[in-house]
């Protein structure tokens, strides 16, 4: 059986954050953690440079369910989720 993808991309200038949205466990760790960044009310829902790329990276970790991913375009730390 394979697992049916809708990966959506959201590009900012020094990072690009990626959202599955069949993932999403809804533990808010990104709306909580990132408001800036992350707000569900507001389309589009993921806007990269509303906060320090480092940040970003920070609270994409958090995400339990690897429904948020990232890939950094500016050489910065973490140059992308690490593989799990
Ligand atoms: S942190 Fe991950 S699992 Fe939680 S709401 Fe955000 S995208 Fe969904």
């Not at 954050?17 to 990104?30: D, P």
Request: net charge positive; charged share 35%; hydrophobic share 30%.
């Amino acid at each position: 059986m394979s697992e049916r993808t809708d990966r959506r991309s959201y590009e900012g200038r020094s990072i690009t954050v990626t959202f599955e949205a069949g993932r999403c466990r809804h533990a808010a760790e990104c709306v909580r953690g990132l408001p800036e960044v992350f707000d569900t009310d507001r389309r589009p829902w993921i806007r990269p440079d509303g906060a320090d790329a480092d940040r970003v990276v920070e609270v994409v970790r958090r995400c339990p369910s690897g429904a948020l991913r990232y890939e950094r375009t500016d050489g910065g730390m973490g140059a992308r989720t690490p593989s799990v």
